[in-house]
């Protein structure tokens, strides 16, 4: 069986004095939470707090973005080794709003997990479609196109230590769930591909997580699905309490 990850997307939220009270909060709630991996992305300038809060508990940082390259006259970047130094362990890459506000390509993303692999980092490879994609029939051609311009650009093995997040843009920061089944449809697309780019064991054992509204009350529902792997998790992930309930949603 897959190994579940449960992951928190703070985005531009959280000083350091809040990531400081969240991380006290917080991982006295999950110490004894052994049934998945626990990630958390605060934004750069909370990493080197969140990696120090983190020491001796279960809890892995990660990034939200990398540069693609490995470091040079790029303004306001941030590099693969940088935040392995910080106390990184993970990199989201790909997130929508990366695609839609800052026109990352499927192209950039290739590169940016290539760089996130080198420096010994897990990449958190997102997809997934807008509304008006999914309204005009489009998810299954737009997932293929974001696997193959992203993740199916790697080498086997390279592709067996990523993993990927299906976060449909109509369900982030919306309230509006995919149901489980909108869900694991999506994740048995994906498997799918990396079926056919890959091989099956390769595709089997990728761990694919959900996002897009997960909330204390439907991670139950969604985590019921097989196929899916675990959660990433945007506003839900800044409250200690909510947060943990959903790590803990086997309790
Ligand atoms: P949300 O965000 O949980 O607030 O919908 C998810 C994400 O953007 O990763």
Request: glycine content about 10%; overall charge neutral; aromatic content about 8%.
């Amino acid at each position: 069986m897959r190994r579940r990850v449960i992951a928190g997307n703070w985005k531009m939220y959280k000083t350091l004095a809040e990531t400081r009270a969240f991380f006290s909060a917080f991982a006295p709630l999950v110490a004894n939470s052994k049934h998945c991996d626990i990630v958390i992305a605060p934004p750069f300038t909370a990493i080197s707090t969140a990696a120090e809060a983190a020491k001796n508990t279960n809890i892995a940082v990660s990034g939200q973005n990398i540069s693609w390259s490995k470091e040079g006259a790029f303004t306001g970047e941030v590099s693969a080794t940088m935040l392995v130094e910080a106390g990184c362990r993970y990199v989201i890459i790909g997130h929508s709003e990366r695609r839609q506000l800052f026109r990352e390509s499927d192209d950039s993303v290739a590169k940016k997990t290539l760089m996130a692999l080198g420096a010994g980092l897990i990449p958190i490879v997102c997809v997934g479609e807008t509304g008006e994609d999914r309204d005009a029939g489009l998810t299954e051609e737009v997932l293929r196109r974001q696997f193959s311009g992203g993740p199916g650009a790697l080498t086997p093995e390279e592709f067996s230590r990523i993993l990927i997040a299906y976060e449909p843009v109509w369900a982030i920061g919306t309230g509006r769930t995919a149901t489980p089944e909108i869900a694991a449809d999506a994740h048995r697309l994906l498997r799918r591909c990396a079926g056919e780019r890959f091989s099956v064991p390769i595709a089997s054992a990728l761990r694919i997580l959900y996002g897009g509204s997960v909330k204390p009350d439907n991670i139950k529902g969604l985590m019921a699905q097989e196929e899916l792997d675990g959660a990433l998790v945007g506003g839900a992930s800044l409250d200690p309490k909510s947060f943990a309930s959903i790590v803990n949603f086997t309790a």
